[in-house]
């Protein structure tokens, strides 16, 4: 039987998963990325410095992993020397944003794969949130439309919570998780101005001054967001995961794993990072090498350039060329598929034993859910990292407000080379971020971007071997296989982006 989990909602952009089940269990799975946007052929011809600027526009979600990566591209490139400062600044609006984003992630676009949103009805309590909420929920069900209070209505059919004060709770905490967005987004803004698309992020650093009333108002709203991950997210989601521990056991992809590190330690171009990088195959880490990378186009919708490695790739369209599925391009790591991400990125570190916070909260986690580092492959695996994730930068985003040198430079001196090039390299939420720069006659020559989705929703390369959300899904157990919520639950772990995967 062939089902397509498509359009998938609760994601970014247009994404259909084109499933094979049979006796109840999924046989193969093709991951569409259904749109073309061409970032790269824009970037040509254009002024360096619009680089970090224009593909911030790939994404209104991740649009400052974009800057930075590109940043990072211009600052190798141009040769520059960063400030102290510069640096901080960049990682106090990076962090910021993956605060905002985890969030998002777990409530308002997983929890409800989890939570029984109809519980609101038999509230009884006096919260005015919920209680809107409940009085909304009643009205639209009474109002004969045709999709009665959506967007929590109408979902798959499935093993929801029932535990009706869990399911409560956890509704108020997505209402909640709302606002606290709001102030992650804030606090990233002091430095980075608005989001999203910030004016602020450049190469060499931030055109924001170190001033000590905009480092206070930063610190008091991170001190915030960093109660709120303790105090509620990872109660909530270890409530989830007590609830569906077969989630441990469900959803691993069946590649390795990559992250280029995330958030320098100092100003230096190839600083040591918060979280390391690395490559992680067979349980073997090796350093990443960006030569390794190449794109296969075989089942994506480009009529050459397979194979070819990022400093020469290619993107010209071909909608209709046989076998291609879909707009994403298929990386591989020497020929390797990876899985990049939250899971990715502790797995690499820990592995390492680089990070002593992420060390000891994967051994506490493990330890209250009786699992094994391995078991971060997973669909549960990849909902702990993100939380991880986040306590982890909470607290280094606090103690590097306490490093900036007040009133001293924030920014580089830029002058752009007549040629040159530059790779930027950094963890976007969902992953490994890749930009390359290639700078001729003093403008932007060639630019590549090999983007987080772009290796977790990539079809099959040219050997026909599956990518890795592609991977995770095959041998998944369905107990309904035309709405597939085990399905949609691995989709959703790896919080797929289509519009940065297709660029
Ligand atoms: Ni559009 Fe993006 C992806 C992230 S890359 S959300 O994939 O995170 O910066």
């Not at 909260?361 to 699992?371: D, H, Q, R, S, T």
């Amino acid at each position: 039987m062939r089902i397509d989990l498509g359009p998938v909602t609760r994601i970014e952009g247009h994404l259909n998963v084109q499933t094979t089940v049979e006796n109840n269990v999924v046989v193969d799975a093709r991951c569409m990325g259904e749109m073309f946007r061409g970032f790269e052929v824009i970037l040509q011809g254009r002024d360096p410095l619009d680089a970090q600027q224009i593909t911030q526009r790939i994404c209104g979600v991740c649009p400052y992993a974009h800057a930075i990566a590109s940043s990072y591209a211009q600052e190798h490139a141009y040769g520059l020397t960063v400030p102290k400062n510069g640096r901080i600044f960049h990682n106090l609006i990076q962090g910021a944003n993956h605060l905002y984003d985890y969030l998002l992630h777990f409530y308002q676009l997983s929890a409800l794969d989890f939570v029984d949103v109809t519980a609101v009805l038999q509230y009884g309590g006096r919260d005015a949130e919920l209680l809107k909420l409940k009085s909304w929920v009643q009205s639209e069900l009474a109002s004969g439309k045709p999709f009665p209070a959506a967007p929590f209505l109408p979902r798959i059919s499935g093993n929801y919570i029932k535990d009706k004060d869990l399911n409560i709770g956890a509704l108020k905490h997505y209402l909640d998780a709302m606002e606290i967005q709001k102030k992650a987004n804030r606090a990233a803004a002091i430095f980075g101005g608005k989001f999203p698309h910030s004016t602020a992020i450049f190469p060499g650093g931030s055109t924001q001054e170190a001033r000590i009333d905009h480092i206070v108002s930063y610190q008091s709203i991170i001190q915030e967001v960093r109660d709120f991950y303790h105090n509620v997210y990872i109660p909530d989601l270890v409530a989830v995961a007590q609830g569906f521990p077969e989630y441990w056991n469900i959803g691993a992809s069946k590649g390795g794993f990559m992250s280029y590190g995330l958030l320098p330690l100092t100003s230096s171009l190839d600083s040591e990072r918060l979280f390391a990088s690395g490559v992680l195959l067979d349980g073997k880490i090796s350093p990443v090498d960006f030569q390794m990378i190449t794109e296969d186009v075989a089942f994506s919708k480009y009529s050459s350039g397979s194979g070819l490695k990022v400093k020469n790739s290619e993107l010209v369209p071909a909608p209709h060329k046989e076998k291609a599925y879909s707009w994403t391009k298929a990386p591989r790591y020497g020929g390797q598929m990876l899985e990049v991400g939250p899971a990715a990125r502790i797995m690499v570190d820990y592995t390492q034993r680089h990070n002593q916070q992420v060390k000891a909260l994967v051994e506490k986690f493990a330890g209250i859910a009786n699992i094994t580092a391995n078991q971060l492959n997973s669909v549960l695996g990849r909902h702990l990292c993100r939380a991880i994730s986040g306590v982890v930068i909470a607290d280094f985003l606090l103690d590097e407000t306490e490093k900036i040198d007040h009133g001293q430079p924030t920014m580089a001196e830029i002058e752009i080379p007549r040629s040159g090039e530059g790779y930027g390299a950094t963890e976007a939420s969902r992953g490994a971020l890749l930009h390359y720069i290639k700078i001729e006659d003093y403008k932007i020559d060639r630019y590549a971007c090999v983007v987080p989705t772009t290796w977790n929703a990539s079809p099959r390369d040219d050997k026909g071997n599956p990518g890795a959300m592609e991977s995770a899904l095959i041998g998944t157990r369905v107990a309904n296989p035309e709405e597939q919520l085990e399905s949609l639950r691995i989709v959703h772990s790896f919080d797929p982006c289509i519009a940065c995967s297709v660029h």
